[in-house]
């Protein structure tokens, strides 16, 4: 075990607070070089990393027989070789972004010499709390370093074999900047030592959550109702990633062979993540056509239909050799993370608005059809972080929107929505460049007016413009 797992957390969070200052001035260069190294060093230790996810899948294991657990909480736990070439992809993808540092949003000129710019900077120091997944591990650390944070990780005990040996290659690899770096040659000959740090134990959380002084941003990923406990006890900014209660709306107008891959897709091809569907609403104009094939699909790919008595009835005069298990109220609203889908049918896009607005979670939704009138409806009507026409809710991700990778997907308004990358982790600073301006010039009876001039420059220090 490595010396700062033996650190308490406060001495964790003030390291990574000291940390954070350097990091801040590193260069754009040293961030990519040392998160490159984080994929050399996963490339490199599989085996070892394979072998710690092991040990963790087998007392989950031991946990789902024993149902404590669920079997879309053991999916999102395990590795493969080649799950671990696509963390190492991803965080490859992190390296080659843009600099989110240092850019120049806005450039006003408020007098002759007396220049105000606006530019991007990191938040600071970024406490995450997260579920079994252990790629999350990497994907946040990646997406911190690259945006100039530092990050206190705190994973699932589920995971915890995993998490710490992640965690430790990934300190490994970045080792050897120094935390107290004040010349601008040593702020860039490395990232700062302690820039991440790792808590593993429950108790900690709620120290993490006490330190609203040394902490800036908390992004918990999780239930609702875990979420909710995060907010209810800190004072820090909480960013929330919460479950998704995903839709596919297949609209009178849809074409139905469309329709019925996106359903598939959205369902199957990985159940148990926040963007796969778990409702599937239908427009009783085409139900009739629609339901039979769609459910004997579901069918082949092992998938639990939970249907309302139109679905039942549909499918059972349809002679399609499937179960369909009466739904619930509680369906509507469950995030199931596993190969299990609810099916209502509805008589209008304005119902299937309204069951969405009722029962979803604001993550992510998507109608199919043909009629651009009713997409421009259906997008506009509801207030989901994502929305979706003619396509499978799994694009909700942060790498498939060109953000490299993702900390979670926001289903709040602020400060960032839905899958949060670089610019989610970045805020803004302003900077003036004067000489020798006062305020009382501009102030008085003989006032100096100011311009406002907005222009397009780049801030560097002591440069101004006369233009």
Not at 122 to 145: K, M, N, W, Y
Not at 321 to 342: K, N, P, Q, R
Not at 349 to 371: P, Q, R, W
Not at 402 to 419: D, F, M, W, Y
Request: charged share 25%.
């Amino acid at each position: 075990m490595s010396e700062t797992a033996e650190q308490s957390t406060e001495a964790k969070v003030e390291a990574a607070e000291r940390a954070a200052l350097s990091l801040a001035k590193s260069s754009d260069e040293d961030r990519s070089s040392a998160i490159h190294a984080i994929a050399d060093a996963i490339a490199a230790h599989h085996d070892e990393i394979l072998a710690a996810n092991e040990r963790d899948v087998e007392q989950a294991e031991e946990l789902l027989a024993a149902g404590e657990y669920t079997q879309a909480l053991v999916d999102r736990l395990e590795l493969s070789p080649s799950k671990l070439e696509s963390i190492e992809e991803m965080v490859r993808s992190v390296a080659e972004q843009d600099d989110p540092l240092g850019e120049t949003q806005t450039a006003r000129k408020l007098d002759d010499y007396l220049e105000l710019y606006r530019c991007s900077v990191p938040i600071g120091v970024v406490g995450t709390i997260f579920e079994s997944r252990p790629d999350a591990l990497v994907q946040i650390a990646a997406l911190c370093l690259r945006s100039g944070n530092a990050v206190i990780l705190k994973g699932g005990s589920e995971a915890s074999h995993s998490n710490r040996v992640l965690f430790d290659l990934i300190e490994e690899a970045t080792q050897g900047g120094s935390a107290g770096a004040d010349s601008a040659s040593d702020a860039s000959a490395s990232v700062p030592d302690g820039w991440a740090q790792l808590i593993e134990a429950r108790a900690d959380v709620d120290t993490v959550l006490e330190m609203d002084d040394s902490i800036d941003l908390v992004m918990p990923r999780g239930s609702s109702e875990f979420v909710e406990y995060i907010q209810q006890n800190t004072h820090i900014p909480v960013l929330g990633h919460t479950e998704g209660v995903c839709h596919v709306y297949v609209d009178d107008e849809a074409d139905l062979s469309m329709a019925t891959e996106i359903a598939l897709d959205a369902k199957v091809q990985y159940p148990a993540v926040c963007n796969a569907v778990e409702t599937v609403l239908v427009h009783e104009d085409v139900a009739d056509s629609f339901l039979p094939e769609m459910v004997e699909r579901y069918r082949d790919a092992d998938v639990e239909v939970r249907g309302d008595e139109t679905v039942r009835s549909i499918v059972e005069a349809s002679g399609v050799d499937a179960d369909v298990i009466a739904a619930t109220e509680e369906d509507w609203a469950t995030e199931y993370g596993d190969l299990i889908v609810s099916i209502r049918v509805v008589d209008s896009i304005e119902t299937a608005v309204d069951h969405v607005t009722t029962y979803g979670s604001k993550h992510t939704d998507s109608i199919v059809t043909e009629e651009a009138a009713n997409a421009r409806y259906f997008m506009r009507s509801l207030d989901s972080a994502s929305v979706f026409h003619n396509a499978s809710t799994r694009f909700a991700d942060g790498y498939r929107y060109g953000l490299g990778a993702e900390v979670g997907i926001s289903t709040g308004k602020i400060h960032a929505r839905g899958p949060v990358g670089l610019e989610g982790l970045t805020t803004y600073q302003y900077y003036l460049e004067g000489d020798g301006q006062i305020v009382g010039t501009y102030a008085g009876a003989d006032a100096k007016p100011f311009l406002h001039e907005d222009f397009d420059d780049e801030w560097r220090p002591g440069h101004r413009s006369t233009e």
